[in-house]
């Protein structure tokens, strides 16, 4: 069973960054993506990207955010840049078509 850890939340202030990083235990053929659930909401797709790299992003997101994935490492990042408050939740790395997850990493953006 692959095994997701994700690092680098936190709290920043509105227009600030952080950068999110996933560690997979093996090698992923599957496209990977970034989620975030907010208090009370459902959980969101935020980014995508395939193993050949093509990308999409959530509309709020869009032109902020960049996903990137190293397939040697078996890594995948989110860049956010420009934070706003709206963007805070508990951040997740998935392994899209399937059932794993990472533990989440909280992001609080403050205004």
């Known amino acids: 069973q692959v095994q997701l850890v994700e690092s680098g939340g936190g709290l920043v202030q509105a227009g600030g960054s952080l950068r999110l990083s996933c560690a997979a235990s093996?090698?992923?053929?599957?496209?990977m993506g970034w989620y975030r659930q907010a208090p009370g909401k459902q959980r969101e797709l935020v980014a995508a990207?395939?193993?050949?790299?093509?990308?999409n992003y959530a509309d709020s997101v869009k032109g902020r955010f960049t996903i990137a994935r190293d397939n040697a490492k078996n890594t995948v990042s989110l860049q956010m840049n420009s934070l706003k408050p709206e963007d805070t939740g508990v951040y997740y790395c998935h392994v899209i078509g399937s059932a794993i997850w990472g533990q989440g990493t909280q992001v609080t953006v403050s205004s």
């Open positions: 093996r090698i992923i053929i599957n496209s």
């Open positions: 990207i395939t193993r050949a790299g093509n990308t």
